[in-house]
């Protein structure tokens, strides 16, 4: 038995079958592609979300946190198509965050590309990450995240520190 899954198949998974945020905090709506280094991945900012400003704004430092979904995303969808499921991980932040402007407009359709850039035995990686509204990039950062062996060790080791 061939325990690789198709990527059409993957692909048309709720993003809830993917990755591991619910309710208010998911902000990716859906994959629209991906590959062994790359995904992209829609996200629709709503006036009436947790995060909107008094315009119906998403503000842009929510990006950062787009771009994260999405790293989960390219990572879950790996593994799944391996015919595992992915590690849980952590964000260890980004050198540079560059939004090009201060918020992404109430009903705005973004597209969140990743490129995973590195990836490591012991769970560390990288990717390039970019947000576009209507084909113009809005935000782009490299982000480093980290998928520990033993995840509850390391948030157990986290909080104790």
């Not at 909107?52 to 990006?63: K, L, S, T």
């Not at 946190?65 to 980004?94: F, N, T, Y």
């Not at 990686?125 to 062996?149: L, M, N, R, S």
Request: aromatic share 6%; proline share 4%; with cysteine.
């Amino acid at each position: 038995m061939n325990s690789m899954r198709n990527i059409d198949e993957l692909l048309r998974q709720p993003i809830e079958a993917i990755i591991p945020h619910r309710g208010t905090m998911l902000l990716i709506d859906a994959v629209n592609m991906f590959d062994e280094d790359t995904l992209s991945a829609r996200a629709t900012v709503h006036a009436d979300a947790w995060y909107a400003d008094v315009e119906g704004a998403m503000p842009g430092w929510i990006g950062i946190e787009l771009m994260a979904q999405a790293i989960a995303a390219h990572v879950a969808l790996v593994a799944m198509r391996g015919g595992g499921s992915a590690r849980p991980g952590v964000l260890l932040g980004s050198r540079s965050y560059k939004a090009c402007q201060p918020s992404f407009a109430s009903g705005a359709q973004l597209l969140v590309h990743v490129t995973e850039l590195l990836r490591s035995e012991e769970g560390h990686g990288a990717y390039e990450c970019t947000i576009h509204d209507g084909g113009v990039c809005c935000a782009e950062a490299v982000i480093k995240v980290f998928q520990p062996a033993d995840f509850q060790s390391f948030i157990e080791g986290s909080l104790s520190s």
